[in-house]
């Protein structure tokens, strides 16, 4: 009886130091992760953008005549 009681105590002790988070604590820890994760989609689709912007500039400037592609200097177009 008396190990049991002790695995018992032990067990209680060892749940209330592991125990999840409190309801409130899991709801702002997941808001916070969930504002984290949106402001790095953010940052992902503005690159996204500007790299777009890059390569229709390039475009341009290539159907424009005024610069060749990378790798073709000395090459016949």
């Known amino acids: 009886m008396r190990a049991f009681l002790f695995g018992l105590g032990l067990g209680f002790g060892v749940g209330v130091l592991f125990a ?5 604590e899991t709801r702002e820890n997941i808001a916070e992760r969930a504002g984290d994760l949106a402001d ?3 940052e992902t689709i503005e690159q996204g953008r500007e790299r777009i912007r890059s390569s229709i ?3 341009r400037n290539v159907a424009g005549g005024r610069t060749r592609p990378t790798g ?4 016949s177009l």
């Open 20 to 24: 999840p988070m409190s309801g409130r």
């Open 40 to 42: 790095s989609a953010k």
């Open 72 to 75: 073709t200097e000395g090459a």
């Open 57 to 59: 500039s390039a475009v």
